[in-house]
């Protein structure tokens, strides 16, 4: 029951759009109502460097980042070759080219699925300062940034990724070849976390009753995170974060956070994206 159609499914979003919450709902699904927040089993980050390692036998600390880059298509082939379930890994990756290339950066037919996680970028845009210990205006710059590589350190727990801005991430994968996409608006799953976590299990033929949804939905509500952060750490929060990584969990926030001028630049840069996921402009 639990292994649903086997192959890769990519939990894909622009950076603090709900991404974690999806994959605490998803591990509380799977350990039938518990979640740990520091132990999510189930769902693999794609950029994890040691997947990396243990994909292609080669330490992405020995190589260049353009090599890095060159050889990820590589793993999520190897990967979707030895999947014998369904497979979640979060992704911050836009649906580009190789940066400095033509071949698509995570071959389409490697993955079974696509959950596509948006957030309206006027509540991104505090949320990935707090994350990152930005400045409002310095996280909003990068939101517009095209060219945006996360994880472009050498020797670092994750590879470099191409996220890009956050209308080029988003038009990227609205236009990319995949088999299955289903696009959850995070106010969407905020309004009924039970209703969109069962269309994303059915995206991997996944089904294992409303009880269990209940329990899941229950077991990864945003205060019960919250606490867990709060009593034993996360260890994806990065050091400069100036709040917790579970911050708010709520939507509209940006109204009393950001200034006229910001929710202004915010528009303008991203305004035809927004309007497509229907966010109002």
């Known amino acids: 029951m639990d292994r649903g159609r086997p192959g890769i499914y990519l939990l894909a979003s622009y950076p603090k759009s709900g991404n974690t919450w999806v994959r605490a709902l998803l591990e509380a699904w799977y350990q039938n109502g518990a979640v740990d927040i520091n132990r999510m089993i189930h769902t693999t980050a794609i950029m994890r460097a040691q997947l990396f390692e243990d994909t292609l036998d080669v330490s992405p600390g020995d190589l260049t980042e353009a090599e890095i880059f060159r050889a990820?298509?590589?793993m999520l082939r190897s990967l979707h070759a030895e999947s014998a379930k369904a497979d979640w890994h979060k992704c911050h990756d836009a649906f580009l080219p190789v940066p400095g290339g033509t071949e698509a950066l995570i071959p389409p037919e490697s993955l079974a699925g696509?959950?596509?996680?948006?957030?309206d970028p006027r509540d991104v845009a505090p949320s990935l300062a707090a994350h990152s210990g930005l400045g409002l205006d310095d996280a909003i710059a990068r939101m517009a940034d095209a060219e945006a590589i996360l994880g472009a350190k050498r020797r670092q727990a994750q590879v470099p990724q191409l996220v890009s801005s956050w209308s080029r991430f988003y038009e990227s994968w609205l236009a990319a070849p995949v088999l299955r996409m289903e696009v959850v608006r995070y106010e969407d799953l905020l309004a009924d976390p039970r209703a969109h976590l069962r269309r994303i299990?059915?995206?991997?033929?996944?089904?294992?009753?409303e009880e269990r949804l209940a329990r899941a939905v229950e077991a990864a509500g945003f205060t019960r995170l919250r606490r867990q952060e709060a009593e034993h750490g996360f260890r994806e929060a990065l050091p400069a974060a100036s709040a917790p990584f579970f911050r708010q969990g709520r939507a509209g926030a940006w109204k009393n956070t950001l200034s006229p001028a910001q929710v202004a630049r915010l528009t303008a840069d991203h305004g035809p994206a927004m309007a497509r996921f229907g966010y109002a402009v």
């Open 114 to 119: 696509v959950i596509l996680i948006v957030r």
């Open 72 to 74: 990820r298509p590589a």
């Open 201 to 209: 299990l059915a995206l991997a033929g996944l089904d294992g009753g």
